[in-house]
């Protein structure tokens, strides 16, 4: 049998041999190392990025630790422009990457990190704009964001819709509101208009 195979690869041409053996090789290379996809590609950039911007001063990275745990806790514990001026930075510098991050890649297993620290910082402007009671009205969603903060919230939200669509925000939006201060106490009509998340963006883009 052997010896049979051997015969026939002898008597095989030269040329046709050849592709096969390449055909072979590179077979063996794929199962070895399987060829990235562009999201692999783009997010292999971007979590290097965020490594140099984002968690810059964090020990271990890959999370909310040490200086982005630390710039979190600040702002939401002081709730006031100054204590919140490094945590905007860094979710301003955050945003600036997701822009390059295309929007097929969104359901790709490698942007769920980054879907986590978009939902942080977008719960981080929820909590600051409702503060510890449920606003006075409507008009006083923003609590004291500015229109510069607004511009940064709202930019984080398109993205998080560009990325992993309306569904996606709507049950992200639903699962955050309810656990606001008072909010039990309120209709879920009630919740959104005094919800930040109800603030018309247009124009602060």
């Known amino acids: 049998m052997l010896s049979s195979i051997i015969l026939y690869i002898q008597r095989m041409p030269k040329l046709l041999l050849g592709f096969l053996v390449l055909l072979g090789v590179l077979a063996v290379l794929v199962y070895r190392d399987p060829p990235k ?24 990275g890959g999370g909310f630790e040490k200086g982005v745990m630390t710039a979190f806790n600040n702002c939401l514990n002081s709730n ?19 822009k390059t991050i295309p929007a097929e ?17 977008l719960r981080l402007f929820g ?3 409702w503060g510890e009671a ?29 990325l992993y669509g309306q569904e996606a925000w709507r049950q992200f939006v639903w699962g955050f509101l309810p656990g606001l201060p008072e909010a039990k106490t309120l209709q879920r009509k009630e919740i959104w208009d005094l919800g930040l998340f109800s ?5 602060l883009y």
């Open 199 to 203: 603030y018309p963006c247009k124009g």
């Open 134 to 162: 449920k606003p006075i009205n409507k008009y006083n969603k923003t609590s004291w964001l500015d229109t510069s903060d607004l511009g940064l919230y709202c930019r984080l939200k398109r993205q998080y819709q560009r």
């Open 127 to 129: 909590m600051i704009a």
């Open 37 to 60: 996809t562009v999201c692999d590609i783009q997010m292999n950039e971007v979590n290097k990025r965020l490594a140099d911007g984002f968690f810059v001063n964090d020990t271990r």
């Open 105 to 121: 890649c969104g359901s790709h297993p490698s942007t769920a990190a980054v879907k986590g620290f978009v939902a942080k910082g």
């Open 80 to 98: 006031a422009p100054g204590g919140c001026h490094e945590m905007f930075s860094r979710l301003d510098y955050l945003e600036e990457l997701i």
